[in-house]
């Protein structure tokens, strides 16, 4: 594909972002920074929630993973479900009652500040890597087709697409986030609908007589490719387990969305706890769908590779990008292009932002301030904001070589060593009423970690074979919330009781 065509698209996508830019963000000021004003349409944050759910390691993870997991993936989004009604019936009510910004503040209300920054900051670990990761497999793409003809290396590439995610955040936050995620929304779900149209083309599922039956002719044949075996109830020592992949995608989906600042601050920037119920039910649908159709394409594309001798790559990562551009003609690399590119944008630009925030709220106490210089808040939330993007741009170039698996099974791993703490915090501080030694918080927190990471490299020596999947989560939290216990004080339960 041309790389003055790449570019082209890239400058245009930008353009459009700046534009939204421009218009939603003028004389935001902190309250439109956080929290959008609080007048975020639910049908605008369900549908911008589709592009940062389904980010550029989706977009290209997902399908490469068929070739040795099937359909199996979707165990993981049926859990997903569950676990968005978790959030919509139990979190949403406890962050509006409380009229949060960041949702650690909660945690300090119920345990003490230490816990809060403990939340935070395994939030800012949990995410920085996750957004690393998908920034990473989206910028090896981008690097090859668009930077790379130009003469432009890989970290120059991250700096140069970290610095244009930054001229459009950086003064309207969520205000901005909510219009532009929808744009990239639709992006990325029209490159996706549109490959699956071009592969099925090539492989002759769609007549130009009758192009009503497409629908019937694809589903037919990824029904009978061999990769679309969804449920695995055979051994229980594999990771793909549908009970532990069931089990494990409700509490990635409670712990990676309802506990975690990025996804909930557009949430909470709803009109209302009842849009913000609306928001989440009806993403948890589309999320089901939108899923179902990546791994559908992922068939299609080993069934083309088989049709026409195409080497799968070593890394499944590549499947998708090496068809779309190579094989599919102009017009499917341009869709590929516009879905990446949203990919890109989306797994980083509100990332930026919720960091900022929590950093702002729960280290640097800024909604504790409302009375002060609002002009200096601004100065010193442009800063953070900028300085996170450094960060971000760091933690890029330390992956630059560390790519021996789907990406998206990284994400997950990293989700289970960091993400576990919050599950435990969470469900401590909403389902007992005990007060704890909170100057201690932070130290027991990193002991599940440390105890998950050693358990799951060597649980198949230690437990004849068996391997963790994503339950490791669970284990996590519930580490952690025992930890938690050990950590009760009685006496400032008892004189919170006579307070009361």
Not at 108 to 127: D, E, P
Not at 412 to 435: E, Q
Request: charged fraction near 10%.
């Amino acid at each position: 594909m041309n790389a003055t065509l790449v570019l082209i698209i890239i400058l245009s996508y930008f353009g459009l972002l700046l534009g939204i830019s421009y218009f939603t963000g003028r004389k935001a000021g902190n309250s439109g920074y956080f929290l959008g004003n609080k007048q975020s349409p639910w049908w605008v944050l369900a549908f911008g929630l589709i592009g940062d759910s389904l980010s550029g390691v989706t977009f290209v993870s997902v399908p490469g993973a068929v070739g040795t997991g099937q359909f199996g993936y979707m165990q993981i989004v049926f859990g997903y479900v569950f676990g968005y009604l978790v959030i919509s019936e139990l979190l949403l009510p406890i962050y509006y009652k409380y009229n949060l910004t960041s949702i650690y503040s909660y945690l300090a209300q119920r345990l003490g500040k230490n816990s809060q920054k403990t939340g935070s900051f395994f939030f800012l670990l949990s995410r920085t890597i996750g957004a690393a990761f998908r920034l990473y497999i989206t910028l090896i793409v981008l690097n090859k087709f668009l930077f790379e003809p130009f003469g432009i290396g890989f970290e120059m590439a991250a700096a140069i697409i970290i610095m244009l995610i930054l001229l459009y955040t950086v003064q309207g936050g969520i205000k901005t986030l909510v219009w532009t995620d929808m744009l990239q929304s639709g992006f990325l779900l029209a490159g996706l609908i549109l490959s699956v149209l071009f592969i099925a083309l090539h492989m002759d599922l769609i007549s130009s007589r009758n192009i009503f039956s497409a629908f019937g002719n694809i589903t037919s044949a990824v029904a009978n490719s061999g990769y679309s075996r969804i449920f695995f109830f055979d051994d229980w020592n594999a990771k793909n387990h549908f009970v532990k992949q069931f089990f494990g995608g409700a509490f990635i989906a409670i712990a990676m969305t309802g506990l975690d600042q990025n996804m909930m601050q557009k949430n909470l920037s709803a009109r209302s706890l009842g849009e913000a119920k609306k928001n989440i039910r009806v993403f948890s649908v589309v999320v089901v769908l939108v899923n179902f159709v990546f791994v559908s394409l992922g068939a299609l594309l080993y069934m083309y590779a088989a049709k026409n001798g195409i080497e799968i790559p070593k890394s499944t990562d590549e499947l998708f990008p090496l068809i779309a551009i190579k094989y599919l003609g102009t017009a499917a690399s341009v869709a590929f292009i516009l879905g990446i590119a949203a990919a890109t944008f989306s797994s980083a630009d509100s990332v930026l932002t919720t960091l900022t925030t929590a950093f702002c709220i729960d280290f640097l106490g800024m909604d504790d301030h409302s009375d002060k210089d609002q002009a200096r808040l601004n100065r010193t939330r442009t800063f953070v904001h900028v300085g996170f993007a450094v960060v971000l741009l760091g933690t890029i170039i330390l992956f630059r070589n560390w790519n021996d698996e789907a990406v998206i099974l990284k994400v997950f791993k990293a989700a289970n060593l960091t993400y576990g703490p919050l599950i435990g915090l969470f469900a401590f501080a909403m389902f007992t009423k005990f007060r704890v030694y909170d100057r201690l918080v932070p130290m027991m927190c990193i002991i599940p970690p440390v105890v998950c990471f050693y358990l799951d490299k060597y649980a198949s020596v230690w437990f004849s074979g068996y391997q963790f999947g994503n339950e490791l989560l669970i284990l996590n939290g519930v580490l952690t919330f025992t930890g938690l216990v050990l950590l009760i004080n009685r006496k400032a339960g008892q004189n919170l009781r006579e307070a009361n």
